[in-house]
């Protein structure tokens, strides 16, 4: 008996809830030899080179996770230190905190309504997501509903391995979507009249350096208490958290230099392609039009949804759009603060999406086994 179903039977919610925040946000197995995470970072400069010259929006992401994604296809193994890809979520979580000001606060009263929508519309999601897998693609009812799961990748592989699903290609399906949603919701953005800047330009005096090396170390003790209570990607939230009660105290004044947001941001870029590091032709031809046809019904209910919740909070529709859409977590950050979203917002939905994913997915899992019974 799968063991999801036996926590339900026992009523064992808090099991359930631990389970997902420790299989929650973890990226792919960090390599262990630096000459793999150099290459990486070489493969992703490229790509922010190429991106920039194709005048790309949100370059320095869009770039290195296309160009990455290529190269683990084509059979380089591509991969971020844990080290690096910690410290560029450090520099990111900083960049979005500092942002915050009163009319983020005042904002925030309003945020109740977005997440009553995301709730909706992630159970939408994944009713019309299995449906479509299950009929048109092949998938068994519980690979199509894992396969269908709107983040979550972690929990989402558990749960697929435990329950002996189709994994490679649960797995090959989920990370299209999250890819194709880093290449799409720039885009439309683009075309909602959003500019789209390749960085996050800092504006304002410089940080000083006593200032900015006390915020990293802050920062990252707030990222190692969160990491201990399970909070997802806590190094970024971390960070996050810090640097927002600094600025908006203005003991912290000034902003991050650009030799570090560059760096950081590219990395990411960088680190979302590695998700194609070491998958066959073969497993994505597998995976590749369930995981477009996935993206396609996210982006146009997140659309649908967005709409009624833009008009109610007097928000860009674009801004609300990119705090619904089911991209990876970090990365749907970071293209807030691209787009300058208020501060809070972007994150305080994502992770409401991920803590709704906990609940809801072993639910309706749950009842699919009894109604097979």
Known sequence: MPILKAMFKRG???SLIHAANQCLMRWPTPPKDLITTALTVAV???GALIGWGVGAPVYLLIGPATLVSLAGLAGLSMGISMTLRNACFVVIGLVVGAGFD???LEAMIRWPLAFAVILLMIWVMLVVSRWMLSRYFGFSKRSALLAAAPGHLS???AIAAQAGEDVVRVSTTQSVRLLSLTLVVPFVALAMGVEMKGIVLPQGALMGAATLVMLLALGVGAGLVLGRLHVPAP???GPMIVSALGHLSALT?????LWLVIPAFMVLGALIG???SGVSMRDLAS???AGLAVTVVAVLLALVAAIPVAIALGVPLAHILIGFAPGGFETMIALGAVMGVVPGFVPACHMMRLFVLSVMLPLMLSRGDRHSS
């Not at 004044?253 to 230099?257: A, Q, R």
Request: proline share 8%.
């Open 12 to 14: 064992r919610w808090w």
């Open 287 to 289: 995976g590749l039009a």
């Open 235 to 237: 190094m970024l939230i």
């Open 102 to 104: 009163r009319s983020a």
């Open 253 to 257: 004044p000034g902003v991050l230099p």
């Open 274 to 276: 590695t998700r194609f």
């Open 44 to 46: 992703g400069a490229v």
């Open 155 to 157: 929990f989402v592989l």
